[in-house]
């Protein structure tokens, strides 16, 4: 096996390793018995179980976010909610392994490059983009951020629930969660209260 091809085959059996047992679950001595090669070749190729984990959790990140970046092509709202969602279930039937990586128990203590951090990207771009539509129709744009937290964590959410829960077909759990968000969205209340008050 060449290096290149030795390194591809130590991140998929981690990217594996990790996926079933998680960061505490996993050791370099399981990743080298499980690629029928010595512990000193997965040191070699990463420096150690974090330098492993940190690749796959890298690599996982740039796909989940290449395929959700590619699904914004569209300028329309609603195509918009569709696309992301859709291309969120998509990298959880194509890449479970990967999934189950991003939101398990991510070691790594860094801003940037992780699951969260994704979220908290997506948060952001939403409350802009709500904090005008909510000018537009006369609501209080400071509650966009509210809005956003709540619209990206239902998805995020019901995302995670379906990666072990797949009794419902993607297709169909992207309409619906688009049903609950863009039609709660579209018919807010200026000043919401709680029926018992």
Request: hydrophobic letters at 40%; a negative charge.
């Given at each position: ?8 085959q ?30 000193p ?116 959410t ?40």
């Amino acid at each position: 096996m060449t290096g290149t091809q030795r390194r591809k085959q130590l991140i998929d059996v981690g990217r594996s390793l990790f996926a079933e047992r998680g960061y505490d679950g996993t050791s370099i001595e399981e990743i080298a018995q499980r690629a029928q090669v010595s512990k000193p070749v997965v040191y070699e190729h990463f420096g150690g179980k974090e330098g492993i984990y940190a690749v796959i959790v890298d690599r996982e990140m740039s796909r989940l976010l290449g395929m959700i970046t590619a699904s914004l092509t569209e300028n329309k709202s609603r195509v918009r909610i569709e696309s992301v969602t859709l291309a969120l279930l998509t990298y959880i039937e194509e890449h479970t392994d990967g999934f189950r990586i991003l939101v398990r128990d991510q070691r790594i203590a860094a801003d940037e490059g992780t699951y969260s951090s994704l979220l908290n990207d997506a948060i952001g771009q939403v409350s802009n983009l709500l904090a005008g539509d909510f000018e537009r129709r006369h609501l209080k744009a400071e509650l966009a951020p509210l809005y956003s937290q709540a619209l990206v964590g239902m998805v995020s959410t019901t995302a995670t629930w379906w990666l072990d829960d797949r009794s419902v077909p993607k297709e169909v759990l992207a309409a619906h969660l688009v049903n609950l968000c863009w039609n709660g969205l579209m018919h807010l209340e200026a000043d919401p209260t709680l029926g018992t008050e």
